[in-house]
């Protein structure tokens, strides 16, 4: 027996998997498998101009980029930078500089008053978002989906005042591990709860199931994880200031471009395609969309789970440290994604060589391959994008700027012309000649900048 639980630790020793990533690894595993069930129930429940309806109304939780504003992934790396000298623990102990722990009490109350903010301006947006796409919006009043989008938007709202700030507040508190946990036993009950719709012939309103049952249940296990810490934070800080203004602000303010573009840079292909191609396309392109990001949520698992331990070593000027740790995570994240996508091409291949239907609700082959490159590059450039954000600067405003209008440019010029395929072309195109070319010669220059760094500056692959 010890031999081989030995045999094991050295296996995940070797595949840079700790607790935290193994945690992440069980939340995104399930999600796979939960969507594999997903898309299963889908396809027999679901009707292929229903399927496009059903992705175009789950494409209403992308537009929370235009209220979050970067806002999470700033917080994350200044409770980062604040706890890299305090003590925490689930217990409730906080100990450290007063300093320190005043700052951190000042971002925790920053988190509660922009949770309550956020989702204001989401339904606010979402608002504009169906008038934009009007013709879209008669067919989903068409298909009987308008009360569901409705009650969609007002749990997505729900969730972005409640539950995402607080976890990400934790993750950035280097909780990762529990933080992983409280996600994984979300998402088993929703995932529940979503299958259960869809037997019983719920359809669109499996989505909001979905969306509900995540938000409580996160909500309850947050509560029991971290009530502790929950009211010590909660007391007033012992030196005044105002750590949002003087260190969020300026960081958050070069988010906020990266945040608005996101969307245009990943989200626009489901309700274009619906526009001008139809419901049918839009499923496919939506089923082939769910399935690659999650597999991109896999392979960044090793990357982000590191993120706020980046932060810590940067702030304590262990570089070498940094550099060692980015290299490796960032060797899995490209080895995983790599051997996703070859298992979802084979696997398309076996379906349509079975002449199953289930063949009919993907885009097809080439198609899938063109997506599947573009996932990889989007990883890589991922990656790159959170080691340079690790030293409290965001230099990637002007690229994100730049893929955002090259793919809307490119979306609107391809799928009208081409159909589907004009979504995998874009997202290749845009990841492959804009993104990663300019990430990366930023990753370099910021290692040469960097005192302690070492003298050969190989690319991070």
Not at 94 to 115: D, M
């Amino acid at each position: 027996m010890k031999l081989e639980v030995r045999v094991i630790r050295r296996v995940l020793t070797v595949l840079a998997i700790d607790r935290s990533i193994a945690w992440g690894l069980i939340g995104k595993s399930w999600s796979s498998i939960a969507n594999l069930i997903t898309i299963a129930l889908i396809a027999t429940k679901l009707g292929g101009a229903e399927q496009g309806i059903y992705y175009t109304v789950q494409n209403a939780a992308s537009l929370s980029t235009f209220v979050e504003f970067g806002f999470l992934l700033t917080l994350m790396q200044c409770v980062s930078h604040e706890v890299a000298t305090i003590k925490l623990d689930l217990r409730g102990i906080i100990e450290g500089p007063k300093a320190r722990v005043s700052g951190l009490r000042q971002l925790f109350r920053t988190t509660l008053v922009w949770r309550g903010a956020s989702g204001v301006f989401y339904l606010a947006i979402c608002y504009i978002w169906c008038v934009a796409f009007l013709p879209n919006l008669k067919i989903i009043r068409a298909n009987h989906a308008l009360e569901p989008l409705i009650a969609y938007i007002i749990v997505n709202a729900l969730g972005l005042a409640v539950a995402s700030p607080l976890l990400s507040f934790f993750e950035g508190c280097n909780f990762v591990a529990t933080v992983g946990k409280i996600r994984v036993l979300s998402l088993l009950c929703a995932s529940a709860g979503t299958w259960l719709f869809l037997y019983l012939d719920l359809k669109i309103w499996s989505l909001v199931a979905f969306a509900l049952v995540g938000v409580i249940t996160q909500v309850i296990f947050m509560l029991f994880h971290f009530r502790k810490l929950l009211l010590l934070l909660l007391k007033k800080p012992e030196i005044k200031g105002n750590i949002w203004r003087s260190e969020m602000l300026p960081l958050q303010v070069k988010f906020i471009i990266n945040s608005l573009c996101n969307y245009f840079i990943f989200s626009l292909y489901v309700p274009l395609t619906l526009r001008y191609c139809g419901p049918l396309a839009a499923g496919q392109v939506g089923m082939t969309q769910s399935l690659l990001s999650a597999m991109q949520n896999v392979a960044g698992l090793w990357i982000i789970t590191k993120f706020p331990a980046y932060g810590g070593y940067v702030a304590r000027g262990e570089i070498m440290t940094l550099n060692e740790s980015f290299r490796k995570s960032t060797r899995m994240a490209l080895f995983a994604i790599v051997g996703m996508g070859l298992v979802f091409i084979l696997g398309l291949l076996s379906v349509a060589y079975s002449h199953s239907a289930l063949v009919s609700r993907f885009v097809d082959i080439k198609c899938a391959m063109l997506f599947v490159g573009g996932s990889v590059l989007a990883v890589y450039s991922q990656c790159l994008g959170y080691y340079i954000i690790a030293f409290k600067v965001n230099p990637l405003a002007p690229v994100a700027v730049l893929a955002a209008l090259v793919n809307v440019a490119l979306a609107y010029v391809l799928i009208p012309r081409v159909g589907y395929y004009g979504c995998a072309e874009a997202f290749i195109i845009v990841n492959g000649v804009v993104t990663v070319p300019y990430m990366q010669v930023i990753y370099l220059r910021r290692r040469r900048e960097m005192k302690n760094t070492v003298q050969v500056f190989e690319p991070a692959y």
